[in-house]
């Protein structure tokens, strides 16, 4: 995607699947960016992988899905990611 991104960014999308949606999760990669460059009237990510290693993964799959949601990365991390790795927002239990 990354190489053909300007001419991808020419084309009026309906919509975007991503399939295999975690090769997005960080947000720094040529892929990642190259994706979330992308218009669409929809925006659909699949994947079989959850966001098991960190949180923070979870903000560039987002950010495809619905851009600036969850504000920009410095954003996330200050509302979100560090409250969370603090213990102040609940994450899930493993029983």
Not at 33 to 52: C, F, W
Not at 67 to 84: D, I, M
Request: with cysteine; net charge positive.
């Amino acid at each position: 995607m990354h190489r053909d991104r300007d001419l991808l960014k020419e084309i009026a999308w309906s919509g975007i699947i991503l399939d295999e949606a975690q090769n997005i999760k960080n947000p720094d990669t040529r892929q990642s960016r190259a994706a979330r460059s992308l218009t669409a009237d929809y925006r659909i990510a699949l994947t079989g992988t959850p966001v098991e290693n960190n949180v923070g993964e979870l903000w560039s799959i987002m950010d495809f899905l619905n851009p600036g949601f969850l504000g920009n990365q410095t954003e996330f991390r200050r509302r979100f990611l560090l409250p969370f790795r603090k213990g102040l927002i609940p994450g899930p239990r493993c029983n």
